[in-house]
């Protein structure tokens, strides 16, 4: 029900924008979320929104390089990720429930499959 895309291969610095494309569910009625997976670590959020899309959370890592929006028309959410870093390396993952959890992932009934994301020179 939710389909990740967007991913790739970027040099420092550079600029990605990931799509989260929902079907079967209607994206204003949910809590987005974005988690991401680097190799041999565990899957930490990235960031959120307020489910009207009005309002966004990120984690300190990400905080003024990610952008997450929404468009509901097009029934998609997106993170847009800038001055992109080696260490923002990982699998993404949108994710989506009802409520406002932020970071907590069991209460994510929704998730995507993983897009990479690989930041190297």
């Known amino acids: 029900q939710l389909q990740a895309s967007g991913g790739g291969l970027v040099q420092p610095g550079g600029s990605l924008r990931l799509s989260c494309a929902a079907s079967g569910l209607t994206v204003d009625n949910y809590v987005f979320g974005w988690f991401r997976q680097a190799p041999g670590k565990e899957r930490e959020w990235v960031s959120c929104?307020?489910?009207?899309?009005?309002?966004?959370y990120y984690a300190e890592s990400v905080k003024g390089r990610f952008t997450i929006s929404r468009d509901n028309a097009k029934n998609t959410v997106y993170l847009q990720m800038n001055s992109l870093k080696p260490e923002d390396t990982a699998d993404y993952y949108c994710a989506a429930g009802p409520d406002l959890v932020w970071g907590d992932q069991q209460k994510y009934p929704y998730w995507g499959q993983g897009t990479q994301v690989t930041v190297s020179s």
């Open positions: 929104d307020s489910g009207s899309g009005d309002v966004s």
